[in-house]
């Protein structure tokens, strides 16, 4: 019944939104013509890869600045909850919608990391962004690690991984505890085949519903569906494969800057110990806080805790960074 419940809602949602399916784009809510504008605090604007494509970012407050990278299939909504609060304590947070995702532009390639990473690295150039702190949920956690990598951290001054997928998921030789290639496999396969109600059904997990540290209202899943929807498929699939086949061991080893990593451990999105915990061992100089009871989606049901353990990490690198 909730299942029923919800797609109807989506589809009725997306039609009475005015969303284009074929571009992922809002009509009528703001206007969504392309801008090259650089202006630090533009409500709505886009900026131009290099390949053409255009990706829609968000920028609200100022002060020191906050670059919110998301989670895979999602928008930069995803991150409202964290960047209204951040926004008013002071820092300028930033948010973009990955290529394929959101109101970005929609190819039909360039979803492997070094894209994305490049991406990331023309967001905090055009932009002029200095001495980032660097925030990815999920997938969103291997752009961060492939950001460093190819353009080193001369922008950056910290970094959070939140429920992130790294360092490495797909089951092999060297990773027996990972995740068998079949699962991936049949992930992309349901997509292709029904993805609304993949995600329907994938939903409420991801929110932790029945979890007695977890209470998501159903417009709030609802919400989080819609978001995925207007991806495009290719977008979708395509990502998966990246975020499930790509091995970040050997370059999180070289990470410099101070980082932060929270996880959830009642994540089956991204299995603590398999992630988190393993990425916190792999780089130098990190930190990892776990929330008990916590979903991959703890962005939402632990909003309160991410917030403040956010503004914690970042007020307290800034404060040791001026006393030396």
Known sequence: MYRRNLLKSIITGVAGAGLAPARGLFVGAEDNRPSRSR???????????????????????KGKPVVFVTGWAVSSEMWEY????????GLRCVAYDRRGHGRSGQPGYGYDYDTLA??????????????????????????????????????VSRIVLVASITP??????????????????GLRKA???????????????FFGAGLPSCSVS???????????????????IDACRSFAETDFRAEMRKITVPALIIHGDKDNGAALDLTGRKSANLIPRSQLKVYEGAPHGLFITHMDRLNADLLAFIQGHAAKSMNG
Not at 40 to 46: D, L, N, R, V
Not at 82 to 89: F, I, R
Not at 191 to 205: G, N, V
Not at 221 to 231: D, E, K, N, T
């Open 191 to 205: 997509l292709a085949k029904d993805r609304p109600r993949w995600l329907a059904e994938a939903a409420p997990a």
């Open 218 to 236: 159903p417009e709030m899943m609802q919400w989080g569906v819609m978001m995925c929807l207007q991806s495009s498929l290719k977008a979708t």
């Open 118 to 155: 490049d991406d990331l690295a023309k967001v905090i150039v055009e932009l002029d962004l200095r001495e980032v702190t660097l925030v990815g949920h999920s997938m969103g956690g291997g752009e961060i690690v492939r950001y460093l990598s190819r353009h080193g951290a001369g922008y």
């Open 82 to 89: 964290q960047m209204a609060y951040l926004s008013g304590q």
């Open 39 to 61: 202006g630090k605090h533009s409500q709505t604007a886009f900026i131009e890869m290099a390949d053409g494509t255009n990706l829609f970012y968000r920028d609200w407050g």
């Open 168 to 185: 490495f998921l797909l089951k092999t030789a060297d990773n027996p505890e990972g995740v068998d290639a079949s699962y991936f496999e």
